[in-house]
């Protein structure tokens, strides 16, 4: 182990993106020659576990029609994902560490595969929210497993950087995909082909997952799991991601939320206790002394939160105020998806030059402005002169920020803790993004006031908007905070 230690160490001192294994020797080992062919592999999975957490939105209308779902079925058509996917990444990330992440990537994309075809061939409402469940499970398992992966598979620290900025847009293309492909298949196919199209890609990952993805676990633990530890922060973000998401309808200051909360500040705190006191912790509590994990998981968070609640925002301007079909919002997010690939790709090319933590600053500056023109959106307005700029430097400054934020979180992370530390990654950002719709929700209905419904509508989402900007620019102090700066003579002989 002082071969890892040596390594963060290093890492730190330098802020720049290290391959995640940690140790020396490993930096020098050979590098897999399926390597990239490996990536391709891991970005379909998280493309689809991207994919599948917003396309069903475009199709409840059908469902409600076809199945009878009532308002409350589609409330948990959508939340039994959010729930299941979001409470248990660290589950499924701690998991692969000890199981083996092979091992747990094929449990995941086979579950992924049944509940998929199942909530394809669904009757009734219940069986349907049941297979939406199974999909946030296997969705839990995929997500930090296939990340961890990325993490062990690439031990060139440059070569890392690239792979983390591919990891980056593909995961803004799987989102943004579903709003532009979810109307035509929802209209020209049926709902169910939402789900259907998931298991070709499944089976055809399966079929060349053993081939091309190397097995991995920690080794020298065997220490065995650490139940009452995995139970009580699993019941803490489930409770946690609960609240949030019903705040909207329940009230920030209902018995409900409140009680929510609190329920959920007694998990955590037992979730320390226990972790202090067992010799294999689900979350090793060292982690958390890492300046840059701390800074690039807070940030992800304020980054979820942003990201989630502005496009919320944006599709019910467009669609509400402006008149835009679902499939014309589709269309007109289109810059905001290759905005984000070109900023990943930038984030990869510069980050070694100018560290991640200015990489993120910068980034969170421009997200900061592309709200802040959304703030001056007007009942009037027109797709360039209202949306077109501000889709453009947001989308540019997320593609960065999730590379720089990434490579912060994880870059000085051990090898035998890369599964657990890519759960809370992904987590932060999941439950960013619970939050940020419940506070871009709340914002506009509170500022929805008036005679003209459009007008009042209109005003509701600029308050929304201003909402977002604040949260951007409070993840640019953030990372200030709490990104080490590089040091001068480390960046030099780089």
Known sequence: MSGDNRSA???AATNEPAGAVGAEEAVEAPKNPLRWKALVVLCAAFFMVQLDAQIVLLALPSMQAEIGLTAAGAQWVVSSYLLTFGGLLLLGGRAADIFGRRRMFIVGMALFLVASLIAGLAWDPTILIVARVGQGISAAIISPTA?????VIFTDKAELG?????WAANGAAGAMAALLIGGPINDLLGWQWIFFINVPVALLVLAVTRKLLPES??????????PLGALTITLAMVAFIYAVVETPAAGWLSGQTLGLLAATAVLFGLFVVIEKRV?????PLSLFRNRNLVGGNVVMLLVGMVTFGAVLIISLYAQQVLGYTALAFGVSTVIYTVMSTIGSQIGARVVAKIGFRTLAVIAM?????????LTQV???GTYFADLFWGLLLFGLGLGMGFVGVTIAALADVPAENSGVASGINTAGFQMGGAIGV???TSVAVTFTRGGDQKAALNEGFQAGFWAMTFLAVASLLVGLALFKAPKPAAAAEN
């Open 9 to 11: 160490a290093g890492t």
């Open 147 to 151: 990340l961890s992966l990325v993490m």
């Open 162 to 166: 690239k792979a983390l900025a591919i």
């Open 217 to 226: 676990k920690v080794e020298s633990q065997g220490k065995g799991f650490d």
């Open 279 to 283: 010799s294999a912790p689900m979350v």
């Open 365 to 373: 500056g421009l997200m900061a402005i592309g709200t802040l023109l």
């Open 378 to 380: 007007s009942v009037d």
């Open 438 to 440: 419940a506070v871009a």
